[in-house]
């Protein structure tokens, strides 16, 4: 009997009463196979034939997941396979073991095997085992294998070949082996016995793998009947799940029954299967999209509309949250929100749990002989969670013990041993001390009776962690304890198929697609998240595995790229299909931004429309002027526009792309056609916005990212990035990596450390250099040593860094023509802006981007190009655009005042009548009626002393705001370090500041993180309770009491007994609450103080960036030092904060910043003090140039002399001090002393030539 | 709700609800496999692989000492053992609500009637006439043998002794059974 009938009919109940029908007829269950997906759906089948058996012997059920039938089967006959082993060791029982056992086999066996040139050690693990799960899910023969690989032209397959077979080979000398690896024995075994089903019934019997089909037709003959129940157009786990279509009518040469309920739910998932199949967009009544810039937004308001339905009466097990993305943002904010909500269990790492972690490392305590150099945080942590000793003694004790130990060198457990209150401890580790480790954990759990209710939801991975000790000391008996902890540690415990998920009808379930799926939880809700995300659609193929082609039935001699979207498209379609007819109402939620401020692309929004209209909330229009005109006339080809500062470009380009969006240009045109690359992150977050404000039913905006954002993506879709031979986890390397890689490559080629970061630098302009002439190597022997060991240990790690990430998406596009056309068919149309700025990579992306369409809007002003002393920026690029497209210049300036044009345009009178090319022959003119005409606008001051200087500027401000609240004052410097200077000069005349620059510590989420964190390692510290105190104070968040209230404090927060005061309660809480991991002690600390957006997604960053270096550093101790470290880096990790668009921080407080730093803002009043020639140099001869930029050219294939190099830079000077100067609307103030406080004396300064010449 | 017990299950429920709730609602029990557990292990499944008739010479291996288990594997022979390791699945009631027994025999021994084989690692152990293992498997073995000729065999292997218990009254067996599952069923 077939069945062909989707989840939404009686299929599985058809069967089951099949089933009983037999039983009732008098067959023996125990010849009644029954295969179902997972070990859920067989409880559910058990329960079943349960529920409907008579009263009596049931009998022995054969009701098996085909992993549990393989397990079964191997126990039971394991004889034959222990006897056919040719050696002379023996196994009653083999280790039927999880991968855990497996990953540290394979990690053998490739260190045993030649894998030197291949790219990413650190995923090789995972790519073999992806590889060899294929292999075994597909049924595939060595020459299949091999076939194959030709078909990739994979470069490693001889050594993967090596690899799996020593893993083999292994796995049987060690009797352990995984349910993958099982397959193999079941195999084996089944060829060698009778079979004793006489009748098979198999549901999903689209979901099976060919090493089931293989079974199944193979005891075919003698099964007397088989019973299927299948969805002919299901099959969601094609891929790496390994699902194969079968053509059940051909196999047993039978009709299918079709039951088919022809409702409109059936007719619609059909649709959504054709529709995704044929990329067609589909709109339906019960299918909803909320759109949403940041993630935290779009969670909130999920959070909301789950508070609803459950205030309407929808129970839990109604609702489902769908979504690939479960990760510890989202289960952090769901958590918050009160509900219970239910994680179906994903890969993760044992020590992820808190209680875990805490086990683990009093486990390395206790089997550390020296143990001293035990993290304190961590020791507080288990004496308080885990042992439950007294709080207060605890911090006292381990004050005393961090003492002892920094002048005694004592041994904790030497230290607590006459400790009447801790004595318990010494005495369970003298009685567990030579243990193995499992009976050293069994102990520890029952002396501290960890085991209640409190915990129930740990127990399973407490036992999780005691199964995999107790398989490691029957396997691999040699390994010590203190190893065996390291491989805990890092080891990842994967799914098993083996056991479920428990689902609770009171929570509400968090799962990905697929699981919904194989457990067939059908919900009133279901709630899509994340649906913009690449997660969405699977990864499936990596430099060693292909699952596309090592399907049982590829038949084509080559895979292209077209292949991989139309089978991952396909996939989806399935996927879609199924997930539909499990839900009832269906929300679609997404977000540009994903939790770490990354852009999501490429999911499965675009095949869904929006049934509701959301009003446009913009009323006015915008009416161009007529220079402005000009670049909405564009219709096509190339065009460049020339835009002076305050000439509303960014105004206009948003116009431009409303008028794309419209197809008034570029007929047909969707969104996913237009590229708009901006310079900052910032400028295309603003851009995002601001289309989304605009066009709120738009489910899919252009594509709106910097450079960098677009290379990511070329890198990461479509798995692109395997042709790199980068695994699917690649990460972009961080700050802290980079450093630690480079010290440790330079001091093998004994460079001082000193020089270390002009190797830094150096290598991201030979990146350029290389990008730039792809023949080109350089001559200098010791930086290409350098730099090879560089990238080496890179690729070992499966990292990549900033540049890699342009020349990697160049090199695909260059060198893979399937790719190239891809984005060369979304490509219709490409806008940059600050053009000026963009570097010979960039330009070479966009040329090759464009390469079909040719339609290519260039914008920028090259007066404004200030980046390319320190970036790889390439102004003669944009210069050549501009001579060979249509240009159209805006040079209208109706910021400005009149006097403060003037001064502009004398800048560049000055730079040209001193023969210094830093500008185009652009003259900006003011619009009529719109600028202020003042031609006193400008204030030039040059003081005899630094003293003069300031409080010339302090007074000038003073009397600004006296007259103006609401004016926007700047003081733009030229060097990072002058802000901190008079940001203190103008709170001591209690002028209230805003240092607007990106070092981490200017952001208040950061700030309070640190100080917390120094708090719990420093309980004592008192002053440090104070600067709390006064920076929550400041923050508002305490009153000026509380403030009081610390300055008097006599003694550490946590022994002072106010218990008005919300100090006493705050500060001890975090240093008593003891957070295993990192990141969720930081997100508590930010949700404590922060509760609106975008911090709270900021907290998200900053989390992901304290759990990143805690990785990376040995203790909690030294993560808090290095955030102390890092307190001055603008970027740390790419991290980018989200910031308000009407910043309350920013609002009537002076803001300072650096000149680079001021670009595309405006001011009222603008200063520019400390412009001394040493500051900004505009004579060539008297500049002196920097080892970096000597270094630098000593890399490059056409090095520039030291003339032309200080040219370059006078010319940027030029061009530095104009953006300074166009910053301000009413009045500028440039000024300069002679003498200035040098250490602690006063010298001579020379004012920059510029300010005589514009005098 | 849980209706399927073991005998296992009845003897924690028996001795205190809470502890059965813990154990089998919550499953708030740790994972323990010591030596002890590994060898009885090792015997159950040598045998088994025996009885189906399996060499088991390369196996045995693994023990350090084979001699009483040859001793032991002499005083059986696969012939007349019907099952080994087997499951079972009885269906029964308790006021009108359903409730499962479930255990697995180590062996089953088929003459004029039955006999389940129990294999114990060390002792036999003590009242086995009143143990609840004794009462289930003797209760489901009438029920899936259709028949009151059974009788249940605890076997120490290392101490090659055997002690056997008959079955007896049907109903005091389910009485016993039902009273114990009562405990649970009248709080749930």
Not at chain 1, 191 to 211: H, M, R, S, W
Not at chain 1, 769 to 778: G, K, P, R, S
Request: a neutral charge.
């Amino acid at each position: 009997m077939i069945v062909n009938a989707n989840s939404n009919t009686n299929r599985t109940e058809i069967l089951e009463k099949e089933y009983l029908k037999l039983i009732r007829l008098g067959v023996n269950p125990e010849n009644i196979l029954v295969l179902v997906q997972n070990s859920l759906k067989k409880r559910k089948f058990v329960d079943c034939i349960k529920k409907n058996s008579p009263a009596g012997n049931i009998g022995n059920l054969k009701i098996y997941s085909f992993y549990g039938l393989i397990y079964n089967y191997i126990l039971e006959n394991w004889a034959i396979i222990e006897n056919s082993i040719k050696d002379d060791r023996a196994k009653i029982i083999p280790n039927l073991s999880g991968l855990e056992i497996s990953q540290y086999i394979f990690k053998e066996c490739i260190k045993e095997v030649d894998f030197s040139g291949y790219n990413s050690k650190t995923s090789l693990l995972h790519q073999l085992f992806r590889r060899i799960s294929l292999i075994n899910l597909n049924d595939l023969s060595n020459a299949e294998v091999e076939n194959r690989s030709a078909i990739l032209g994979e470069s490693f397959s001889l050594q993967a070949y090596e690899a799996i077979n020593k893993y083999k080979k292994k796995t049987i000398d060690y009797r352990a082996f995984d349910y993958i690896r099982q397959i193999n024995l079941f195999q084996f075994l089944y060829k060698k016995l009778e079979n004793n089903f006489q009748y098979v019934f198999l549901d999903d019997g689209d979901e099976i793998t060919p090493a089931l089909l293989a079974y199944l037709e193979y005891i075919k003959p003698t099964v007397k009947e088989f019973y299927i129940g299948y969805d002919l157009l299901g099959s969601s786990r094609l891929g790496y799940l390994g699902a194969i279509n079968i053509d059940f009518e051909k196999l047993l040469n039978e009709k299918a029954i079709k039951v088919e309920k022809n409702n409109q739910k059936t007719i619609n998932a059909q649709k959504i299967l054709e529709n995704v199949k044929n990329d067609k967009p589909i709109e339906l009544e019960n299918i909803s999209i909320k759109t949403f810039l940041k993630r935290d937004e779009m969670v909130e308001n999920l959070i909301q509309d789950i508070k609803k339905l459950i205030n309407e009466g929808i129970k839990a097990k109604d609702i489902a949250i769908i979504t690939p993305n479960s990760d510890e943002f989202l289960k952090n904010t769901l958590l918050k929100s009160g509900f219970d909500f239910n994680f179906l269990t994903k890969n993760e790492k044992l020590n992820q749990n808190k209680l875990i972690g805490y086990l683990l490392e009093l486990l390395k305590i206790i089997n550390d002989t020296n143990n001293l150099d035990i993290s304190p945080y961590i020791l507080k942590g288990i004496f308080i969670e885990l042992l439950k000793f007294e709080k207060v003694k605890t911090i006292q004790l381990i004050q005393e013990y961090k003492l002892e130990r920094d002048f005694k060198n004592i041994n904790l457990f030497d230290f607590i041993k006459d400790k009447a209150d801790f004595k318990i401890l010494f005495e369970l580790y003298q009685k567990i001390r030579f243990e193995k480790l499992s009976v050293q954990l069994y102990e520890m759990i029952d002396t501290f009776a960890l085991i209640s209710r409190d915990i129930k939801n740990d127990i399973i991975k407490i036992n999780q962690l005691l199964k995999q000790i107790t398989d490691f000391e029957e396997v691999l008996p040699e390994v010590s304890n203190s190893d065996l902890i390291i491989q805990l540690e890092n080891t990842i415990i994967s799914e098993n198929p083996l056991s479920d998920d428990e689902i609770d009808e009171n929570s509400i379930v968090v799962s990905s697609a697929q699981k919904i799926i194989d457990y067939s939880y059908k919900t009133k809700y279901q709630f899509l998240l994340d649906v913009t995300n690449e997660n969405w659609l699977k990864q499936d193929i990596g430099p060693l595995y292909n699952a596309w082609v090592m399907q049982k039935k590829w038949s084509k001699n080559s895979f292209e790229l077209e292949d991989n979207i139309e089978f991952t498209k396909d996939r989806t379609a399935r996927l879609l299909y199924k997930l539909y007819l499990l839900g009832d109402n269906i929300t679609l939620y997404s977000s540009v931004y994903d939790s770490l401020g990354i852009e999501n692309f490429s999911g499965i929004d675009k095949y869904f429309k929006s049934n509701v209209i959301i009003e446009n909330k913009i009323s006015k229009p915008i009416i161009p002027r007529p220079d402005q005109q000009a670049v909405l006339n564009y219709k096509g080809g190339l065009m460049s526009v020339s835009a002076t500062a305050g000439s509303g470009k960014t105004t206009i380009m948003l116009l431009l792309v409303d008028k794309l969006l419209s197809g008034e240009i570029i007929k047909g045109i969707e969104p996913k056609n237009i590229f708009v690359l901006t310079f900052m992150e910032s400028a295309a977050r603003n851009f995002k916005e601001r289309i989304k404000i605009r066009f709120p039913n738009l489910t899919e905006l252009p594509n709106i990212s910097t450079i960098h954002g677009l290379a990511l993506r070329i890198i990461k879709e479509n798995n692109n990035y395997s042709k790199l031979g980068l695994d699917y986890d690649f990460e972009i390397v961080d700050e802290i990596k980079r450093a630690n890689i480079l010290a440790e490559i330079t001091s093998k080629f004994s460079v001082s450390s000193d020089k270390v970061d002009l190797y830094d630098k150096a290598i991201s302009t030979y990146k350029n250099e290389i990008a730039l002439y792809t023949d080109y190597i350089t001559d200098n022997r010791l930086f290409l040593n350098v730099y090879q060991g560089y990238q080496e240990k890179l690729k070992e790690e499966n990292l990549i860094d900033y540049d890699d990430l342009l020349l990697f998406s160049l090199k695909l596009l260059r060198e893979n023509k399937d790719i190239l056309e891809y984005y060369q068919n979304l490509a219709q149309i490409i806008i940059e802006d600050e053009a000026q700025d963009s570097s010979f990579v960039q330009q070479s992306l966009i040329k090759l981007l464009s390469g079909k369409y040719k339609n290519v809007i260039r914008c920028g002003d090259i007066n404004q190009a200030i980046t390319s002393t320190f970036t790889n920026s390439d102004v003669r690029g944009f210069r050549e655009f501009i001579k060979n497209s249509t240009n159209v210049v805006m040079d209208r300036c109706q910021r400005c005042a009149t006097g403060v044009l003037d001064c502009a345009n004398a800048t560049v009178r000055i730079a040209n009548k001193n023969q210094i090319e830093a500008f185009s022959s652009l003259v900006m003119k003011p619009v009529e009626n719109i600028n202020i005409v003042d031609k006193n606008a400008v204030t030039i001051n040059i003081f005899d002393e630094e003293k003069e200087e300031n409080n010339s500027i302090i007074s000038d401000i003073q009397e600004i705001l006296k007259n103006d609240k609401q004016a926007t004052i700047a003081i733009l410097l030229r060097n990072n370090f002058q802000i901190n200077k008079w940001d203190k000069l103008l709170n001591q005349s209690l002028i209230k500041t805003y240092k607007n620059s990106d070092n981490l510590i200017n952001n208040p989420l950061y700030r309070i993180v640190l100080l917390i964190l120094e708090f719990i390692i420093n309980p004592y510290d008192i002053k440090l309770t104070k600067e709390i105190a006064s920076e929550l104070y400041e923050m508002g968040y305490y009153k000026y009491d509380t403030l009081q209230y610390a300055n008097k404090l006599d003694k550490p927060i946590f022994l002072a007994d106010n218990f008005d005061e919300p100090l006493y309660w705050d500060l001890p809480y975090f240093l008593f609450k003891n957070h295993y991991c990192m990141y969720d002690l930081v997100s508590e600390i930010g949700n404590i103080y922060f509760s609106n957006s975008p911090e709270k997604i900021n907290i998200a960053l900053i989390a992901a960036m304290v759990q990143k270096i805690r990785n990376q550093t040995k203790t909690f101790e030294d993560t808090v030092i290095k955030l102390r470290q890092i307190q001055y880096k603008t970027n740390f990790s790419n991290i980018k904060f989200f910031t308000h668009d009407n910043n309350q921080e920013k609002n009537s407080k002076v803001q300072i910043m650096t000149l680079h730093k001021s670009k595309g803002d405006e001011f009222d009043y603008v200063f520019i003090p400390e412009l001394t020639k040493e500051n900004l140099c505009f004579t060539p001869f008297d500049y002196k140039l920097k080892e970096s930029s000597k270094f630098n050219q000593r890399v490059r294939r056409d090095k520039k002399t030291d003339e032309e190099l200080k040219l370059e830079i006078i010319e940027e000077n030029y061009r530095l001090i104009y953006v300074g100067i166009t910053r301000a609307k009413k009045k500028l103030y440039l000024s300069s002393a002679q003498n200035y406080k040098y250490y602690s004396k006063m010298k001579k300064y020379e004012p920059s030539e510029i300010l005589g010449e514009l005098l | 709700m849980i209706d399927t017990f073991s005998a296992n299950s009845l003897k924690v429920l028996e001795k205190n609800l809470d502890e059965f709730i813990d154990k089998y609602v919550y499953h708030l029990s740790v994972f323990k496999k010591d030596n002890r557990t590994i060898l009885g292990q090792q015997y159950h499944a040598l045998i088994c692989q025996y009885l189906k008739g399996y060499d088991i010479s390369k196996m045995k291996l693994e023990l350090n000492n084979t001699n009483f288990f040859d001793e032991f594997i002499k005083t059986i022979k696969p012939d007349n053992f019907i099952k080994t390791e087997y499951p079972f699945l009885i269906k029964d009631e308790l006021n009108s609500k359903p409730y499962y027994l479930t255990g697995r025999y180590d062996a089953v021994y088929k003459d004029e009637g039955y006999i389940i084989y129990d294999w114990k690692t060390l002792n036999i152990p003590k009242n086995i006439q009143d143990d609840l293992q004794t009462i289930v498997y003797l209760y489901s073995a009438s029920k899936i043998f259709n028949t009151q000729f059974v009788k249940i065999r605890y076997v120490a292997i290392e101490k090659l002794e055997y002690k056997d218990v008959e079955f007896k009254n049907i109903a005091y067996y389910k009485e016993r059974i039902d009273k114990i599952i009562s405990r649970y069923y009248d709080i749930v």
